[in-house]
């Protein structure tokens, strides 16, 4: 299976960045898809960006486009989501996930998922 280990989680105030890292191991990504979600306490798991491996189509909630960017970096297999401009709104639990093929914004359609990271967005 695919193996997907989310890093660079913490604590910032708001307006400050973070950057978070998806590392991919167990296949090749060259025909993946990679997205971004994100779940706050007592609030349904949210799509926040997506990128296709191959062509770079990309996807972001209106909420996040403008101060959110996607990236990834091939030959280490890692996707990453820049978060400019945070909000405490975006504070929640934020996962990666892979499927074979292109990119969606639909959760359910991904197969592989990481074990989150904790972003807080202080006042």
């Known amino acids: 299976q695919v193996q997907l280990v989310e890093s660079g989680g913490g604590l910032v105030q708001a307006g400050g960045s973070l950057t978070l890292s998806c590392a991919g191991s167990g296949r090749t990504f060259s025909n993946y898809a990679a997205g971004w979600f994100r779940r706050a306490p007592g609030k349904e798991r949210e799509f926040v960006a997506a990128k296709s491996w191959r062509s770079g189509t990309t996807y972001y909630a209106d909420f996040v486009k403008g101060r959110f960017t996607i990236s990834k970096d091939n030959a280490q297999s890692t996707v990453y989501l820049q978060m400019n401009t945070l909000k405490p709104e975006d504070s929640a639990v934020y996962y990666c996930?892979?499927?074979?093929?292109?990119?969606?914004?639909?959760?359910?359609?991904?197969?592989?998922w990481g074990q989150g990271t904790q972003v807080t967005v202080s006042s």
């Open positions: 996930a892979a499927r074979s093929g292109t990119a969606t914004t639909k959760d359910r359609e991904y197969d592989y």
